[in-house]
């Protein structure tokens, strides 16, 4: 079962634009991460924010998250085309022993040259 | 190459036919994931290994699956008695277990069930 649920399910800006994507989830966490997939390929790590973090950058990524809405967002800024992919959150859960991470359906980004 | 790697990328087989896939692990990473993904939808959760301990099954993985990783290295998932469901990608992930939690997939194995 999929725990997070991405917003919206597909997204097509131009580039350069700003790109928004936002994860709700319903358990407690300690961290939430955010992944990337190109077409038939494998997953790629972006960004890892902890349950007492509320913002963090790397690069042109910038991830919040606030635990009292469960929800964390992934801003993309000045997207290129080469950000074209899906997008995916992924949660931890704090029960003990759960050491797995849960992903949602994920957000299809396509930036328009 | 020290990514996480993942044998066959493509199998074709028939219905009621039994397939395998390999992982291999980044080798120093003593946590092992197995997923499942479908077109258009999110990776879902199969198994993982910690070691050579299989520590979870999902309960998508049916007795018609068997996921092993004998020696704490490369791992394999096999599926016995294919049907058309059983179509998707199979991707495995390794990590290190005292550290961000951060899984490193490889390419994946698809599998076409016809």
């Known amino acids: 079962s999929q725990q997070g649920e991405e917003d919206p399910q597909a997204l097509s800006i131009q580039e350069g634009e700003n790109a928004t994507m936002n994860c709700s989830y319903k358990?407690?966490?300690?961290?939430l991460q955010w992944y990337r997939q190109n077409s038939g390929r494998g997953l790629v790590h972006l960004i890892l924010i902890r349950s007492n973090e509320r913002e963090k950058h790397s690069g042109r990524l910038r991830v919040t998250l606030d635990t009292s809405k469960k929800s964390s967002s992934l801003l993309i800024t000045a997207s290129r085309a080469a950000d074209t992919a899906s997008y995916f959150c992924?949660?931890?859960?704090?029960?003990?022993?759960?050491?797995?991470?849960?992903f949602g359906q994920g957000t299809r980004l396509t930036i328009n040259p | 190459d020290t990514g996480v790697s993942q044998d066959p990328r493509h199998k074709i087989t028939k219905r009621g036919q039994n397939v395998t896939f390999r992982c291999d692990p980044i080798s120093e990473h003593n946590r092992l994931y197995w997923y499942r993904q479908t077109l258009g939808q999110g990776p879902e959760f199969l198994t993982y290994?910690?070691?050579?301990?299989?520590?979870?099954k999902s309960r998508l993985l049916s007795d018609r699956f068997s996921a092993e990783r004998p020696k704490g290295s490369f791992s394999t998932l096999e599926i016995q008695r294919t049907e058309q469901g059983d179509s998707a990608m199979y991707l495995c992930a390794s990590s290190l277990a005292q550290v961000t939690g951060e899984l490193f997939f490889g390419e994946g194995s698809r599998l076409t069930v016809l």
């Open positions: 358990t407690s966490i300690n961290n």
């Open positions: 992924a949660t931890d859960g704090l029960i003990q022993g759960a050491q797995k991470l849960v």
């Open positions: 290994f910690q070691n050579e301990a299989q520590l979870e």
